[in-house]
């Protein structure tokens, strides 16, 4: 799963890997999409996704992170990707998300959907692209 990091990290979906504080810092203090966001409600989303954490191979620190909400037999929502501000520009946003794309390519998902205000160039190279229509979907919620 590693092959598309760049020398020096690593990406696990091992849960007991996960700096939860971390991932909690990064998410409600600095990810325009969380701020705010409650521990308790993080630690809920963990528990019910597929969790990518990305780490420095000599420290052990985690340094990236992202989830999948999925089935994994038709479909998947990639969300929290976030990478800390001190080891961006190196290839770790693409990275994590084709490591995302990859270990999910097995399952035969029908789609896997994101959204995001400002990374379009990121998720391109592991090959989202933007809907050809948007006239079937629908959202409740948040807009």
Known sequence: MNSHFPEGYEVSTDPTRLDVATIHRWLSEDAYWALGRPREKLE?????S????????VSGAQVGYARVITDRATFG???DV???PTVRGKGLGTALTIAVRDELAPDGLRRIMLATADAHGVYAKAGFRRPVSTDTWMVLGEQ
């Open 44 to 48: 809920r989303a963990i528990a019910g």
């Open 82 to 84: 976030y990478i800390d």
């Open 50 to 57: 597929l969790n990518f954490g990305v780490y420095d191979v």
């Open 77 to 79: 929502w990639l969300c």
